[in-house]
C-alpha cells in the first residue's frame, strides 16, 4: 500500500520526535492487547505453568515483574484456590487440575535476590532455565544482572530445578539442526561442569512457535532433555509444554485472567 508509505513517514518522524520509541509504542500495544485479552477470561481450571523472568530489574523490560506484585499474584493464586507443584509434575502429566508451577527464564539475579526468599516464604517449588554463556560471565547486561554459577548453586540448593536455556539464547528459527544440537547438548554440560546439576528440561529462547523448529525438537530429545517448555497452549510447537507468560503490564485482573485462560492463544512478541 504505498499511499499509506508517506503518512507512515510522518508519523515515524513525529514520533521520533516526541521520544516515542519503537519498543516504547510495542509496549504501549502490548499492554492494551492483554487488557483486552483479559476480559474474555476462559475460567478454566486445570494444571498451568507460569513463566516469569526477573523480579526487580526494571531493564528487563516487559517481562519484569515488581516484587510486590509477585508476592501478591502467588497470594492472589493461592487464595483462589491454586496448588503449585513443580513444572515437571505438570509436564509429565502427573499433576492434577487445579495445580499451578513457577518457571523464571534467563538467569536473573533478582530471582535469587527477590523472588527466592518470597517463594520460600510460600514454600512453592520453582525451576530456573539459564544461559551458560551468560552465567559465565559473556554478557552485555550490567554488572550484577545476570546470575552466576554460585547463584546458581545457591538457587538449586534451596530446592530449585535448574534448566538450560541454551548457551547464547538464540532464535532457534535460524539454526540447522546440528547447531540446535550443539545449542542444547553442550549447554547441558556446561550446566554439569560448572556445577555438577544434571539439567533435564529446557525452555525455548524467546518462546514462540515460530522459534522452534521440528529439527530442534528432535536434538533436544537427542540431548536428553525430557520437557522443551514453550508458550501458549494452542500456539506452540507440537511435542513441546505450554506456559503462560506474566509481564509488567499485569495487575490482578490480567493475572487472574491469565489463570483462567485469557491468554492461551497469545504469544508475547517481543
Ligand atoms: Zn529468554
Given at each position: 500500500m504505498p499511499s499509506a508509505l508517506p503518512l507512515l513517514s510522518t508519523a515515524k518522524r513525529t514520533a521520533r520526535r516526541a521520544g516515542i520509541t519503537r519498543a516504547g509504542v510495542a509496549a504501549a500495544r502490548m499492554c492494551c492487547e492483554r487488557n483486552a485479552l483479559a476480559l474474555r477470561e476462559k475460567h478454566r481450571v486445570r494444571a498451568r505453568i507460569l513463566c516469569y523472568h526477573s523480579v526487580g530489574t526494571p531493564e528487563w523490560g516487559i517481562n519484569d515483574v515488581a516484587p510486590a506484585r509477585f508476592e501478591r499474584q502467588l497470594r492472589l493464586a493461592l487464595e483462589e484456590g491454586w496448588r503449585f507443584v513443580p513444572a515437571t509434575a505438570i509436564a509429565d502429566g502427573s499433576a492434577g487440575p487445579g495445580t499451578l508451577a513457577v518457571t523464571f527464564d534467563d538467569g536473573v539475579s533478582t530471582v535469587l535476590a527477590k523472588a527466592a526468599p518470597i517463594l520460600r516464604e510460600f514454600d512453592i517449588p520453582f525451576a530456573v532455565f539459564v544461559v551458560s554463556e551468560w552465567a559465565d560471565?559473556?554478557?552485555?547486561?550490567?554488572?550484577?544482572t545476570i546470575l552466576d554459577w554460585r547463584g546458581i548453586e545457591t538457587l538449586a540448593a534451596m530446592g530449585a530445578e535448574i534448566g538450560s536455556h541454551s548457551l547464547?539464547?538464540?532464535?532457534?528459527?535460524?539454526?540447522?539442526g546440528d547447531a540446535a544440537l550443539e545449542q542444547l547438548a553442550r549447554s547441558r554440560e556446561v550446566i554439569a561442569a560448572r556445577t555438577?546439576?544434571?539439567?533435564r528440561t529446557f525452555a525455548i529462547p524467546f518462546g514462540q512457535s515460530g522459534n522452534w523448529t521440528e529439527a530442534a525438537q528432535q536434538a533436544a530429545h537427542a540431548a536428553g532433555y525430557t520437557a522443551v517448555y514453550a508458550q501458549a497452549e494452542e500456539t506452540r510447537f507440537p511435542g513441546t509444554v505450554p506456559r503462560t507468560f506474566v509481564t509488567r503490564f499485569d495487575g490482578d485482573r490480567i493475572f487472574r485472567a491469565a489463570l483462567g485462560g485469557?491468554?492461551?492463544?497469545w504469544e508475547e512478541w517481543f
Open positions: 560471565g559473556h554478557h552485555d547486561f550490567g554488572e550484577g547464547d539464547h538464540p532464535n532457534f528459527r535460524g539454526l540447522n555438577g546439576i544434571d539439567a485469557a491468554f492461551d492463544r
